[in-house]
């Protein structure tokens, strides 16, 4: 036990009754060495002990007070961020939405003329598949305003099975121009058998974006690992995501705040401040959580824990 870490809580909290013991025993064996009368002494003690107390008393209670006013000043400003967030995302989602369904429109237009060709060739069906995926990655992004939109209100329902592997395949396809050029190198370890899970497809799409992307914007010089590893917790019977990178790793003084709304350690212009408090909120909103943990230099880990339907297909 380590004597240091017990006591010196107790000296912060209760320092002025410790002083006034302290002086009471000192008078007490000043005076013992001289004469006096028994009563003086008793009060002089009596006076030194009820003034310690009250003192105390007094400056915790005063400390309780600020600390209960900070907290309320913590809470105004998380209200006011997220009364801006909405009244962002329902400035955007209409300018959004317009263009988004005029290319998804022109995108299927393309994909039924090169269906009716009879002879393809195989840069035909190249085309044919680049289309498709486009088109899925627009629907997914209207999906996404919409979403936004949502949570802005505390209004979705989630009700497709969802299968975590398949997200995260789509979610590297959608960044891998993003990494493909440079020294990043991808490392995945998933697990095949794992169960569903009862969510949206696109908004879990969008947490695995966000914290991919952010790992690899942490890797310096665009070279480094990042490891990706899916796994099934029988005890909690959740799907258990894992992110881990080798990059600069987050200062233990900012990672409290990062899944706040608008904080960013980002040059202004490259970063909203949104992406991992979106990322929390959906998680949240499966019934699920999202943790990091960093060592400085070294990178970071996220993990996320989603619940799932049933048991792992081999149990």
């Given at each position: 036990m380590n004597f240091k870490n017990t006591i010196s809580p107790q000296i912060e909290k209760n320092g002025l009754v410790l002083i006034a013991f302290a002086m009471v025993i000192l008078y007490w064996v000043i005076d013992s060495l001289a004469s006096g009368l028994l009563f003086t002494r008793i009060l002089i003690v009596s006076f030194v002990i009820i003034y310690g107390f009250f003192t105390q008393t007094l400056i915790n209670t005063r400390k309780a007070a600020l600390e209960e006013k900070e907290k309320s000043q913590q809470q105004l400003i998380q209200s006011e961020s997220l009364a801006a967030i909405g009244q962002l995302v329902a400035g955007i989602a209409h300018e959004l939405n317009n263009p988004l369904s005029s290319t998804a429109s022109l995108i299927q237009s393309d994909i039924e003329l090169i269906n009716e060709i009879k002879d393809k060739r195989d840069i035909d069906h190249e085309i044919l598949a680049d289309l498709r995926f486009s088109l899925r990655e627009m629907n997914r992004a209207e999906t996404i305003v919409k979403s936004v939109l949502g949570l802005s209100r505390q209004t979705q329902t989630y009700a497709e099975n969802?299968?975590?592997?398949?997200?995260?395949?789509?979610?590297?396809?959608?960044?891998?121009?993003?990494?493909?050029?440079?020294?990043?190198?991808?490392?995945?370890?998933?697990?095949?058998?794992?169960?569903?899970?009862?969510?949206?497809?696109?908004?879990?799409?969008?947490?695995?974006?966000?914290?991919?992307?952010?790992?690899?914007?942490?890797?310096?010089?665009?070279?480094?690992?990042?490891?990706?590893?899916?796994?099934?917790?029988?005890?909690?019977?959740?799907?258990?995501?894992?992110?881990?990178?080798?990059?600069?790793?987050?200062?233990?003084?900012?990672?409290?705040?990062?899944?706040?709304?608008?904080?960013?350690?980002?040059?202004?212009?490259?970063?909203?401040?949104?992406?991992?408090?979106?990322?929390?909120?959906?998680?949240?909103?499966?019934?699920?959580?999202?943790?990091?943990?960093?060592?400085?230099?070294?990178?970071?880990?996220?993990?996320?824990?989603?619940?799932?339907?049933?048991?792992?297909?081999?149990?």
């Open positions: 969802v299968n975590i592997n398949k997200i995260l395949d789509d979610a590297l396809r959608v960044l891998h121009n993003q990494y493909s050029s440079s020294n990043i190198e991808i490392v995945k370890d998933f697990d095949e058998n794992l169960p569903e899970i009862n969510g949206n497809f696109a908004n879990l799409g969008q947490v695995f974006i966000n914290v991919i992307k952010n790992a690899l914007q942490a890797l310096p010089d665009d070279k480094g690992f990042i490891y990706l590893k899916t796994r099934y917790n029988k005890e909690t019977n959740c799907i258990e995501i894992e992110c881990r990178d080798t990059g600069e790793g987050i200062p233990n003084e900012i990672i409290k705040d990062i899944f706040k709304p608008f904080f960013t350690t980002k040059d202004v212009g490259k970063g909203s401040g949104l992406g991992l408090y979106i990322s929390h909120e959906i998680i949240k909103k499966h019934g699920g959580l999202i943790s990091v943990s960093s060592n400085k230099g070294k990178g970071s880990t996220f993990v996320i824990a989603l619940p799932a339907r049933g048991e792992r297909k081999d149990d």
